[in-house]
């Protein structure tokens, strides 16, 4: 009896232990179903909302409005952090503008003392930037707002480097120009007096 009595209790209690055991397996399996369906889920709202731009129209919206401190300003340039502006204006100097409201850093362009521009050309991916003055004068050289870092403390700082001032057209007004280098060799285009065209080489 109670040999018998033994084997029952052992056989009963294993019946609780696969119970459990199969209930616990069953929760883990639907837990893991669920999730996966969860997560698919997440993939598509994820990929809908990214989506969901390319289906609208196009919009502009104006961010903030300043009031420009250069007068007939011919070229102008952000840097990559949006949070100043330079600008080059008839003035033969180049305004450095703080989009925070502060007052902007005037710094001079060399070998233009006297001269007002009247043009402006820039290649894309090249910091080489030309300006035409109505004396007929080109001012080459980099115009650019690089990103230093002081410590932890990111700063940004004009970078305006005089390369060459050439005479191109002396005595006429340049109204439109384009320059382009290509190794010891470059080539500068100018307009003058908005009708003559004038392609210099500089070698």
Request: with cysteine.
């Amino acid at each position: 009896m109670s040999t018998t009595a033994t084997l029952g209790g052992a056989a009963s209690a294993y019946r609780r232990r696969v119970h459990v055991a199969d209930r616990l397996a069953r929760w883990v399996i639907s837990a893991s179903g669920l999730s996966i369906i969860c997560a698919v889920l997440g993939i598509g709202v994820f990929l809908f909302l990214e989506v969901l731009p390319l289906l609208r129209g196009a919009r502009l919206s104006t961010a903030a409005a300043y009031e420009a401190v250069a007068r007939d300003v011919v070229f102008i340039a952000v840097d990559e952090h949006q949070e100043q502006a330079l600008m080059v204006g008839e003035a033969p100097e180049v305004q450095v503008v703080p989009l925070d409201g502060q007052a902007p850093m005037r710094l001079p362009l060399e070998g233009l003392a006297g001269q007002r521009i009247t043009a402006a050309a820039h290649t894309l991916r090249e910091r080489t930037v030309s300006l035409g003055t109505a004396q007929g004068h080109v001012w080459l050289g980099t115009l650019a707002l690089d990103t230093v870092f002081e410590g932890r403390q990111r700063v940004i700082r004009p970078a305006v480097t005089t390369e060459a001032v050439v005479a191109a057209v002396p005595g006429h007004r340049i109204t439109a120009l384009g320059y382009r280098e290509a190794g010891a060799r470059s080539l500068l285009a100018t307009v003058a007096d908005g009708r003559d065209v004038i392609v210099t080489r500089i070698a």
